[in-house]
Structure formats: structure tokens, C-alpha cells
């Protein structure tokens, strides 16, 4: 017989960029799982994967040759749109990072996912994700507290793509800086009170065109309003080829604390890290295991939408549950 | 009407203990429950609390008016027979913490809450519990990886107890210390193979009865299977007064970290960490948000025993489903 094994989870990937790419090498770590299709907006053709690529306005030849999609889009304009179109024709998983948005995105998902009787977890991989689930854990067990998320140091690339924007500016890495000075008073439980600029630094790297007036366009980064104008930015003018040979990587990573009393005065710290060398690669692997989890959920006859704090960690692992007792607990 | 209101959870202590109290405090923090009653082998009179205290052997008279007991006697011989017997009654929550014995009680409270229907989550607290969960995320997310768990510095009760429990003994306290060389190695993503002796110290403090032979004593703490057996122990005998003095708060906590890799090479860390002024209090807290959690889990008609691997982080929070996404994701 050969080919696609069916007793594995047939996987799909929907974009192409750095975090389907991180998807891609993700699969291949989980031999529960099989990438049956990628699916892109661009020419096939032109691709660079082993895997089978096929064209975006060709997936509805795929419904029930793949068990679950995972929505690899931005969540400024591809996952409104395809979170519930896609959800009416697989179980998806996807990590829509509005936060203002998530409620109304949620329900759109839920409404599609229910109608055609499919199974959608949203908003995973760590920030909302992991750092979301760390937040709930936290301040269930201690509700007298303060809880404080630090990210970084890291490449946003929000704020990179910020810095590109200004005329005269050729190329730019904006990487987020987590202030030590206030992380240390957090963990010390000294429940600091502190602000957007207290906890973070902007460094950016940026790459000029010739001849423009550098002093311009570092005042133009530094009051930029919501990006930097309420933090303390640095900005380093530097050649392409050093940007390109010392800033190409795309490191992450964060702390979400809290702080919290019990008893007369107890002081209790929770803390949750990461430390990553490569950010899509990480949520990516973190898609993954939420394509596990929604898999089984869809086999035990859920449907609708899900958030990770819907989903015992139990599903995430290929393992039994007899097996995580007695391996982890 | 006053007194009991019924929209709360009515929660239950059995064992006044250290534990027993710190979940006594953490009740008072959660405004959704209330403490109806601790249960204790001693004479109920004699108790210091302002709670209602009740002899064990007039449990079944609570049959109905408590919805979850919360079991905080020991793992050695109180939870064996109290987890299965009192979950014939009630819903529970408890600490089981024997690693190797964890399926077997595991399987005897299952049996005896779908028997009874009922429904008890077995386990909790931070070791076996919140450090257990990282375990199982970190391992999920990063199937290529290493995970360590790193202890202290703090006092375990469990060794502590053991201790006490050797003929001879008057009382004892010991402190589980984690080696910094060795965390950060870790840390640094270099993957060290450590045994549990690279990992830990044992320190223990130990006040003997007077004529005891010390060194006997010493050798039945060190030799001691599982234990201390395994670990470099080191014994003080001192006085009563010293112990008291000196080593009567109980701080503890650890770090768990898990080391992988994803891509071609990127090195990713995951680290959860714990620093806690009173080990009981924290424990306490912990048991209470579960105890929220198999409290819904019994009203949605779920009977048997679950694990913290069975249940959403949704479940611990008094929040609903739409306030946590909005809030916390």
C-alpha cells in the first residue's frame, strides 16, 4: 500500500512564511504526525520545500484527506478571513495574536466550526499561548498578586517593519529588551509599579540609504507614537552586510511573573521563561502539539472553538494518560 | 437567612497539619468558597482555629452539606486508605505525592468515586502538580529535548517526616538545595547528564532523643531508600531550641527546565520556577484551585479520578470562559 499512513494525523499547513516554515521542520519532530500539504497563495512552483505544495484556491479538494490545517497567516488581515473559511472544511489550530480582537474572532471561528462540525483551537503557540496559560495558572492559585510579562530580548518584527517604513531607511531589527534592573525587583516581591518604558528598551539596527540625514531619521524612530515614543530606544546605523551577518537570526523570548501573597505575608513567586533561539521554529512546535490536542477533541465528537485554556495538557502529548502518570507526575 | 450560602463551594479540611492550615488561609482568599468544617483524628477541642473542627469519626454526618474535601493528611499511610474511603463521600482533592505508587492509588480512588459517584483529582500541589504540568508541556512542545527538575532550597516535608518516623528521633527538618553549577549549565542549553547526586543536596537538621545512639540514627537517614539512599546527605544533630529557632519556616520551591532543540540546531529553553516563602501555604492555594476545578467537573457530571493532566487551566479560575480570553490571553 504505501504512502500516507493512516493511523497518523494528517497535517496541513496554510502560509509559507517563517512560521510555516517552523511548522514544517516541527511535524517532522512528531512521528504521530505527517505533512500532507502546504498550501500558498504564491506559485507552487516556486517553493522551496520537499513537502507538496499546492495552491490556496485548491484546498477544498483536500477535505477529508487532511485531519488538521494549521493557519500560519498574520493576524492582521489573513486569519479574520481564513480562520473561519478554513474552519468549514477542517479541524484548524492557528495563533491569532489581537488581543483586542480575540472574543470577536473566537465566535466567528466557533459559529464556522459548529455549522460544518469541525474542531478549531486559536490564538496558541506562547504570547498568547504558553504566556497566556501561565498568566491563568498564576493568578488562579494566587489570587492575592501582581502579575508582570517581560518579553525579550528578541526581534519584534512589528516594530522592525515600523522602522522599514521610514523614507530613507533601507533595512532595520528592532529587538525588545527586557529591563533586568525591574525584572530583579519583581522577583525580589517587591511588587514594583511599572511602566511600559520601565520594563522594556528598543534597540533597533537600521540600515540607511546613502546620503540621508541619519539625525532625521533617528528622530523619526524615537517619537514614533505607540511603537517607541513611550520607551527608551536606542538606534545603531550600521552597514548591510552587518546587519545581515549579525542580526538575521530571530531570537525570542520573555517572563511572565507573578508575585503574590499568602497566609499573613508570605511572599510567592511564580515565574515562567523562555529562552529561544529561533521564535518561529518555537511556536511553530507549539502549533503542533495543539494540532494533537484538537485532533483528539474532534475524534471525541467536539466541535466548535477552543482556546488553550479549554485544553488539558494531557492531549498535547501522544502519550496515554496511564503513561504521563507515570512518567511525569 | 444567613450563615451557609449555597452558591459558595463548601470546602472541607481533613488533617490540620501544615497543610491543612495553608489551605485553610487560602480559602479566605477566594471569595467563591467557604470553609465548612476541618476534620482531624485529635480532639476537636483542642485545635487552634476559629473554624468549625470535627472528629474523622463524624465525617458521614457531612454527607451533602460539603461539596470537596480537601485531603491533607500524608502520602505514607493517611492518603492510601482516607483517599479512597472519604471519596465515597464526597468529591476530594488531595497531594498524593509517591512517584512510584501514583497508578495504583490513582486506580483505587477511581474505582471508589465512580462507584459512589464522585469525582476527585489526585496529586495536586507543585511536585507532583504545577511542576508535573511543565513537564508535560515542555516535553510536548519540545519532543527533542532534556528535561531536569531542580528542588529547594526548601524544607520537604516528605523527608522530613521520614526522618521523624526513625526510632530515636524527636523531630527533624530537612532542606533540599539545588546545585547553582548545575542549574546553570542548563540554562546555558549544554545539556549535562546529571544524577540525582549532581542535582541535589540533602541537609538535614535532626534533634534526637536524649541517649540515642547518633550514629545509628545517621546511618538509617542516609541509607534510607528512595529517599536519601541516592543523594549526598549531610546529618546536624542539634537541640530542640536550635531547631525551632532557627529552621521553623517552611520555604521551598525549584525549577523545572527542559532543554531542546527544533530546526536545524536552534536551541530553546522552557524554565518554570517556584520561589516560596511557605511551602505549606503554597501547596494550600494549589489544592483550592483544584478543588474549584473537580468541584465543576462534578456538576458537569464527570465521575473518577482525574490528574492535574486531565484538567483546563479554564477550570481553576472563577472567571468565565469569555473574561479569561479577554483578560488573560
Known sequence: MGGINLDKIRVGIVGYGNLGRGVESAIRQNPDMELAAIFTRRQPESMPSTAKMVHMSEIDNYIGKIDVMILCGGSATDLPEQGPSIASMFHTV????????????????????????????ISTGWDPGLFSLNRLLAEAVLPEGKEYT?????????????????????????????????????RKG??????????????????????????RIEKEITTM???????????????????????????HGGLVLRSGITGAASKQIIEFGLN????????????????????????????????????????????????LRRELL
Not at 483586542?100 to 466567528?108: G, L, P, R, T
Not at 525579550?152 to 529591563?179: E, F, L
Not at 494533537?292 to 465528537?301: C, D, L, V
Open 94 to 121: 492557528d495563533s491569532f495574536d489581537r488581543h483586542a480582537k480575540i472574543n470577536e474572532y473566537f465566535d466567528s471561528v466557533d459559529a464556522s466550526a459548529k455549522k460544518s462540525g469541525h474542531a478549531s483551537v
Open 150 to 186: 517581560f518579553w525579550g530580548k528578541g526581534v519584534s518584527q512589528g516594530h522592525s517593519d515600523a522602522i522599514r517604513r521610514i523614507q530613507g531607511v533601507n533595512n532595520a531589527v528592532q529587538y525588545t529588551v527586557p529591563n533586568e534592573e525591574a525584572v530583579n525587583l519583581v
Open 190 to 215: 517587591e511588587n514594583p509599579v511599572l511602566s511600559a518604558r520601565d520594563k522594556h528598551l528598543r534597540e533597533c539596527f537600521v540600515v540607511a540609504e546613502p546620503g540621508e540625514d541619519l539625525s
Open 225 to 251: 507614537p505607540d511603537y517607541f515614543a513611550d520607551y527608551e530606544t536606542q538606534v545603531h546605523f550600521i552597514s548591510a552586510e552587518e546587519l545581515q551577518e549579525k542580526h538575521s537570526l530571530m531570537p
Open 276 to 323: 529561544l533561539a529561533s521564535n518561529p521554529e518555537f511556536t511553530g512546535s507549539v502549533l503542533v502539539a495543539y494540532a494533537r490536542a484538537i485532533s483528539r477533541f474532534a475524534k471525541e465528537g467536539f466541535v466548535g472553538a477552543k482556546t488553550v485554556f479549554d485544553i488539558p495538557f494531557g492531549y498535547l502529548s501522544p502519550k496515554s494518560a496511564e503513561q
